[in-house]
Structures are given as structure tokens and as C-alpha cells.
């Protein structure tokens, strides 16, 4: 089973950026459309970007224009941009495959307040 390992959240003001990091234990990750999710308190998970494996990208309409998914193959890591953070950006961030079929990771807490 693939384990995931997110890193890079913190607390930021508005305006802010921070860079999250998801590493995969697998070398199936280069074979996966990977994606990060967000999940604020008392609210469902909310897929935020997505990346497939030839790098095409997609993003919720809440964070286009701000946030940027990249990976890296050759690390198994898939990465999340965030720039121009607002309050409402404030969740735990996840990542996983598209369709969210490996086994959840810790997630990695963004907090964003002045």
C-alpha cells in the first residue's frame, strides 16, 4: 500500500504563500493523476487541484488563478503553490490520487490569519 506524506503547512497571513509537499512511498506514483484535497473544520472534503500523469492540471474555481500543482516524478512528490492565501484557505490539505483511492495521510494544517 502507498503511504503519503504531506509537509509544508503553517500559519500565514492574508496575502501570504506556502508550498505544500506530498511524498509517496510508491513507484506507482508516476502512474497516478494525483490531486490535492482541503477540509476545513465542520466541512466535507473538497478536492482543490489536480494533476494527471503527462502534468495537466485542473483546479477548484476557489483557488485558480492562485494555487499551482506541480510533481516530480524521479521524487514521487506532488506539490501545491499556494499564493495569495485567504482566510478561507485555512483547512488541512491532503493529497491522493484523483479518485482518492490510496490509504489517507496525516495531512499537513494551513492556517491563514492575520
Known amino acids: 500500500q502507498v503511504q503519503l506524506v504531506e509537509s509544508g503547512g503553517g500559519l500565514v497571513q492574508p496575502g501570504g504563500s506556502l508550498r505544500l509537499s506530498c511524498a509517496a512511498s510508491?513507484?506507482?506514483?508516476?502512474?497516478?493523476?494525483m490531486a490535492w484535497y482541503r477540509q476545513a473544520p465542520g466541512k466535507q472534503r473538497e478536492l482543490v487541484a489536480r494533476?494527471?500523469?503527462?502534468?495537466?492540471?485542473n483546479y477548484a474555481d476557489s483557488v485558480k488563478g492562485r494555487f499551482t500543482i506541480s510533481r516530480d516524478n524521479t521524487k514521487n512528490t506532488v506539490y501545491l503553490q499556494m499564493n495569495s492565501l485567504k482566510p478561507e484557505d485555512t483547512a488541512v490539505y491532503y493529497c491522493?490520487?484523483?479518485?482518492?483511492?490510496?490509504?489517507w495521510g496525516q495531512g499537513t494544517q494551513v492556517s491563514v490569519s492575520s
Open positions: 494533476i494527471d500523469i503527462v502534468s495537466s492540471t
Open positions: 491522493n490520487t484523483g479518485d482518492g483511492r490510496w490509504s
Open positions: 510508491g513507484s506507482i506514483f508516476r502512474f497516478a493523476s
